[in-house]
Nanobody, 120 residues
Framework: QVQLVESGGGLVQAGGSLGLSCAAA????????MGWYRQAPGKQRDLVAT???????NYADSVKGRFTISRDNAKNTVYLQMNSLKPEDTAVYYC??????????????WGKGTLVTVSS
């Protein structure tokens, strides 16, 4: 019914910046909280940041002050601006969205992930 498609991953030097985008498409009635999670090799998937429809944000302590999450409700898109990147930020980043479709309650959706590699 709904797909989340991430873009913007890639290679970056430590201390550099990278921006990620995630667009939701399909049968969308409403989008509630959106966010980003990441999973490093051999590690669990952890929260990076979330943002409500009204714009309230929540960040993992490890990225606070360096990353900024934002969204454009008109475009059904959530963004993650990553600054001062560190090698430990290397991970697959997954987009997350709480989305309702016609005739459904809210469902959690996940993107397929985009790889961010930070070299030292």
């Amino acid at each position: 019914q709904v797909q989340l498609v991430e873009s913007g991953g890639g290679l970056v030097q430590a201390g550099g910046s990278l921006g990620l985008s995630c667009a939701a498409a399909g049968n969308i009635r409403s989008i509630y909280t959106m966010g980003w999670y990441r999973q490093a090799p051999g590690k669990q998937r952890d929260l990076v940041a979330t943002i409500t429809r009204a714009g309230s944000t929540n960040y993992a302590d490890s990225v606070k002050g360096r990353f900024t999450i934002s969204r454009d409700n008109a475009k059904n898109t959530v963004y993650l601006q990553m600054n001062s990147l560190k090698p430990e930020d290397t991970a697959v980043y997954y987009c997350y969205g709480e989305i309702s479709s016609s005739g459904t309650f809210v469902v959690d959706y996940w993107g397929k992930g985009t790889l961010v590699t930070v070299s030292s």
